[in-house]
């Protein structure tokens, strides 16, 4: 999407809503309180990564939800850019728990087939190493020192759930651009 993801410049069309997407997400564990918003703002307004990237906009993405621009927001990439700091979870004055919602927004998401195609890069990392991060032999001399217990630098069991959750098929499929 481009940097006006959020500012539409054509009108919505009801034949575009999906007034049933609100529901949807009030179903999904996370989504239970969207409907509680009345866009005050102050999710906006403290979040760090709208004060560098003014494309996450969470008062605006919650709008959308409601509006039921279904296609349109799950289909985007600003859905992935919640950081997930929790300052508006905590001073949100409706208990929205944007944070949560945001979660519940992308499992959503990556359920009908929409996920970003970097995360091909986090998911072949997690492949590999078991995280994102790899952990070498140097690491856990280091944590043997400070008496920490060492990492196992192979996880087997979470290739199998990779497997399971058909991870890889549903980035095959997906239709988001970088």
């Known amino acids: 999407m481009t940097k006006k993801a959020l500012s539409r410049e054509k009108p919505i069309l009801m034949e575009e809503l999906d007034t049933g997407f609100k529901f949807e997400v009030t179903e999904e564990p996370g989504g239970e309180?969207?409907?509680r918003c009345f866009a005050c703002g102050t999710c906006t307004v403290v979040c760090p990564v709208f004060s560098v990237n003014d494309q996450y906009n969470p008062?605006?993405?919650?709008?959308?939800?409601?509006f039921g621009l279904k296609e349109e927001v799950l289909k985007s990439n600003f859905i992935w850019l919640c950081s997930g700091c929790y300052s508006c979870y905590e001073l949100c004055p409706r208990d929205v728990k944007i944070t949560r919602l945001m979660a519940a927004v992308r499992n959503i998401a990556v359920r009908e087939g929409h996920i970003?195609?970097?995360?091909?890069?986090?998911?072949?990392l997690i492949e590999k190493f078991g995280r994102i991060l790899e952990v070498s032999e140097f690491e856990n001399i280091v944590r043997s020192k400070k008496g920490m217990p060492e990492l196992d630098l192979t996880i087997p069991e979470l290739r199998k759930v990779l497997k399971r959750t058909r991870i890889h098929d549903v980035i095959k499929s997906s239709d988001i651009d970088e």
């Open 33 to 35: 309180n969207i409907k």
């Open 116 to 124: 970003p195609k970097p995360m091909e890069l986090i998911v072949g």
């Open 59 to 66: 008062r605006k993405i919650i709008r959308m939800i409601l």
